[in-house]
T-cell receptor, first 115, second 112 residues
Framework: ETGVTQTPRHLVMGMTNKKSLKCEQH?????MYWYKQSAKKPLELMFV???????ENNSVPSRFSPECPNSSHLFLHLHTLQPEDSALYLC??????????????FGAGSRLTVL | DAKTTQPTSMDCAEGRAANLPCNHS???????VYWYRQIHSQGPQYIIH???NNETNEMASLIITEDRKSSTLILPHATLRDTAVYYC?????????????FGKGTKLTVNP
């Protein structure tokens, strides 16, 4: 399998649940990202990992907890979410974090609904 | 990073060329122009990028004006599958990949 794979594609959870989103890339990239896309809003960058180290955290609430165990896998752990957290969560990867024809490859996204 | 201005929406007939404009009048010398697109409910897809010269790949062509204040993405023979939101992004050479800021883009509808 190639590219960036996200699972699950759809997730419905209650506000007291704990769930995780998974992202896997098979491109040999060193940087991985989580983005959030709410309805009719631009993409918002949440977290950036470079060589498994978190390098950017864009003031994301602590109910979102990222984990990058290795350069191929990225998780987003979710707990006590709010209905306004319902959105499309997108994972992306790039060869490295720095510039230089650095193209982002996105996964298909995980559609999250919080009841 | 410079801001971009794109039309909110455009229509194109299937089989015809789709020309998507982007204004970036405050672009500086080291800033690149990137184009991505997002088909409904999927992740964005990289299309092309350039600095000064026109660029072409298997997906599209990018025409950048000589003063670099505007550019046009050309899909030479649009198909129904090209219906998507197209994002024009300007990013400098000093930023990390996270500096790629997605605005509202242009909603392109290709009609049969």
């Amino acid at each position: 399998e190639t590219g960036v794979t996200q699972t699950p594609r759809h997730l419905v959870m209650g506000m007291t649940n704990k769930k995780s989103l998974k992202c896997e890339q098979h491109l040999g990239h060193n940087a991985m990202y989580w983005y959030k896309q709410s309805a009719k809003k631009p993409l918002e960058l949440m977290f950036v990992y470079s060589l498994e180290e978190r390098v950017e955290n864009n003031s994301v609430p602590s109910r979102f907890s990222p984990e990058c165990p290795n350069s191929s896998h990225l998780f987003l752990h979710l707990h006590t979410l709010q209905p306004e957290d319902s959105a499309l969560y997108l994972c992306a990867s790039s060869q490295d974090r720095g510039f230089g024809a650095n193209v982002l490859t996105f996964g298909a996204g995980s559609r999250l609904t919080v009841l | 990073d410079a801001k971009t201005t794109q039309p909110t929406s455009m229509d194109c007939a299937e089989g015809r060329a789709a020309n998507l404009p982007c204004n970036h009048s405050t672009i500086s010398g080291n800033e690149y122009v990137y184009w991505y697109r997002q088909i409904h409910s999927q992740g964005p897809q990289y299309i092309i990028h350039g600095l000064k010269n026109n660029e072409t790949n298997e997906m599209a062509s990018l025409i950048i004006t000589e003063d670099r204040k505007s550019s046009t993405l050309i899909l030479p023979h649009a198909t129904l599958r090209d219906t998507a939101v197209y994002y024009c992004i300007v990013m400098g050479s000093q930023g990390g990949s996270e500096k790629l800021v997605f605005g509202k883009g242009t909603k392109l509808t290709v009609n049969p």
